[in-house]
Nanobody, 116 residues
Framework: QVQLVESGGGLVQSGGSLRLSCTAS????????MTWHRQAPGKERELVAS????????NYADSVKGRFTISRDNAKKMVYLQMNSLKPEDTAVYYC?????????WGQGTQVTVSS
């Protein structure tokens, strides 16, 4: 069974930093691209960042470019999202995702709240 578990969210002041972690199991982690998405209240879920299986190709949403960094550790079967210079607009539930065998799998999400 594919399982993704996010952690590291919390409450932080504007300009602060958080590091989100996603622990994966149930599939060959090193063979799959991983992504982070977020969803704010009343808004659609949006793609934040993606990383290819070996970490060689990375993409970011324009809104987070230069502030967020996605990385992965295939030995630990984990993917991370380092978030710096946080803004209130970054407030959302953040989800880890993998597209595996024609289905999307999501973690339970972790809440990030950035206060003014």
């Amino acid at each position: 069974q594919v399982q993704l578990v996010e952690s590291g969210g919390g409450l932080v002041q504007s300009g602060g930093s958080l590091r989100l972690s996603c622990t994966a199991s149930g599939f060959t982690f090193s063979s799959y691209a991983m992504t982070w998405h977020r969803q704010a209240p009343g808004k659609e879920r949006e793609l934040v960042a993606s990383i290819t299986p070996g970490g060689g190709s990375i993409n970011y949403a324009d809104s987070v470019k230069g502030r967020f960094t996605i990385s992965r550790d295939n030995a630990k079967k984990m993917v991370y999202l380092q978030m710096n210079s946080l803004k209130p607009e970054d407030t959302a539930v953040y989800y880890c995702n993998v597209f595996w065998r024609r289905s999307n799998y999501w973690g339970q999400g972790t809440q990030v709240t950035v206060s003014s």
